[in-house]
């Protein structure tokens, strides 16, 4: 599976406004067209953040639904709408799923728990064993190296991240060195309430 991790840096204050406009709109239209939207968090730390991601069987199948959810009827009327809402939309990480995401049924009657998401950074791509090394984790990627195949929407390039989540009181890995990593990112995200990652 090949996943987006989206950072979405929104305008003061309207942030709820793209969530329910999100929920409302973008949900079941990428679906329909092959996409698995897997989960859509609130930042517990930055107000301004929004963050989700998004699912597709393989590269070639992304290369297909995406022109076509972009240029089709839903984001021609409501796209305007959450563009307004948003001062940035460009931080996108390109990754592959090593742990795919739990997924649970939708509408489940409000937020669910906070996740921890931890990002590695380090000078050279990452093992996929070492999703197996990584205490608690309940879902792990890693940079899919591929080709931007749809270049209207940008993704960080240059970068060997690996992004792994967990339940916020799950026991983590306290020393990232002995993976070789030299940054980190870490982040307290709550699942928003039609999220299928919680």
């Known amino acids: 599976m090949i996943v987006e991790l989206r950072r979405y840096t929104v305008r003061p204050g ?7 406009l999100f929920d409302a709109a973008f949900v079941e239209s990428q679906e329909e067209l092959g996409m698995a939207v897997l989960g859509q968090f609130r930042d517990l730390d930055r107000p301004d953040m929004f963050v ?5 069987p393989d590269m ?3 290369g297909r639904a995406l022109p076509r959810f972009y240029g089709g009827p839903v984001w021609k009327r409501h796209g305007p709408a959450a ?3 948003m001062l940035d939309s ?8 090593l742990v795919p995401p739990p997924r649970s049924a939708r509408d489940a009657g ?8 931890t990002i590695w950074y380090r000078d050279r791509p990452f093992d996929d064993a070492v999703a197996d090394r990584l205490t608690g984790a309940v879902a792990v ?6 080709e931007n195949n749809f270049p209207r929407l940008p993704v960080r390039e240059g970068e060997h991240a690996l992004v792994w989540f967990s339940r916020s009181d799950g026991p983590g890995v306290e020393d990232p ?21 919680r």
């Open 14 to 20: 309207r942030r709820d406004e793209l969530i329910d």
């Open 141 to 146: 990627f890693s940079t899919e190296y591929a």
């Open 90 to 97: 460009d931080d996108v990480l390109l990754l592959r799923a």
């Open 52 to 56: 989700w991601l998004r699912g597709f």
């Open 83 to 85: 563009n307004a809402t």
């Open 177 to 197: 060195a002995r993976f070789g990593v030299v940054r980190t990112e870490r982040l307290r995200l709550a699942p928003t309430a039609r999220s299928a990652f």
């Open 60 to 62: 070639a199948a992304r």
């Open 110 to 117: 409000g937020p669910g728990p906070a996740l921890r998401a």
